[in-house]
């Protein structure tokens, strides 16, 4: 599945990408305006802050609500039932499945546009966007950096974000999970997860992704290996790309 995608070049030269995937019933556009409109404590954008960074902005395809038959939205997967997302689980997979195998693909473009330097790509996503991240970087198998000479090196992202995040199909092993999808390529090893650092935020006051479906994901990607900075704040709603957030994005 190839997916099409809004791109911000960099103003200067080019040292990282971020690939950032927009919520559900959100387009990739509208996503990019609005990251216009957000500003640091010193009157900067998200982009303006990083120069230096490509942004790439997949959009997610319009897909049939099978709850609500003759309905469509975009949205990386479909849900059953948004109040209990374990309903009718199986659902999501198939949706799951095909954006995960599309978001692999442009990660694998964008690393070759950084010299095969998967360490400089950052994976970040929000709401629905973000849980479909989840799933890709359980499944993704990076090569070592290319100045290892493809042996000993640390196989890793720049960096996973995630804001107002949840853990699809929650409650199992790392082999469990991935097996949900049964993707080809999928690695029999877990150092991409150890190796990426990670932050999750979410706001309390969410609810459309509870916070404590936040929390679940924290302690299951700390269960899987993952080094995770978990930042909760009392009020912000869904999908709120807090400055605290921006300002991690530098330690990374």
């Known amino acids: 599945m190839d997916l099409p995608f809004d791109i911000i070049t960099p103003t200067a030269p080019h040292t990282h990408t971020v690939v950032f995937l927009h919520g559900r019933g959100d387009h990739a556009h509208s996503f990019v ?49 948004t109040n209990d997302f374990a309903e009718k689980e199986g659902l999501q997979a198939i949706g799951l499945r095909e954006s995960v195998t599309g978001l692999r693909a442009v990660l694998d473009r964008e690393a070759a546009l950084l010299g095969g330097r998967w360490d400089l790509l950052v994976l970040a996503g929000i709401s629905q966007g973000a849980a479909t991240n989840v799933h890709t970087l359980l499944n993704l ?43 080809e390529g999928t690695p029999d090893h877990d150092e991409a997860i150890r190796n990426t650092p990670v932050l999750l935020e979410h706001c309390v006051d969410d609810a459309t992704v509870l916070v404590d ?40």
Not at 163 to 176: D, K, N, Q, T, V
């Open 33 to 81: 305006q609005s990251l216009h409109h957000s500003r640091d404590s010193r009157n900067r954008t998200l982009l303006e802050s990083f120069p230096s960074f490509r942004w790439v902005f997949p959009q997610a395809k319009l897909r049939e609500c099978a709850a609500f038959p003759g309905q469509a939205m975009t949205q990386w997967f479909d849900i059953w039932n």
């Open 141 to 183: 198998n990076p090569p070592p950096p290319p100045y290892t000479g493809g042996k000993n090196g640390t196989r890793r992202l720049g960096a996973f974000l995630g804001f107002s995040c949840r853990m699809p199909f929650p409650g199992r092993s790392l082999p469990e999970t991935r097996k949900v999808l049964s993707l």
């Open 213 to 252: 479906g936040g929390r679940n994901l924290r302690d299951a990607l700390r269960k899987f290996g993952a080094q995770v900075a978990w930042r909760e704040y009392p009020q912000g709603g869904t999908g709120s790309t807090r400055q605290p957030g921006w300002t991690m994005l530098y330690s990374f």
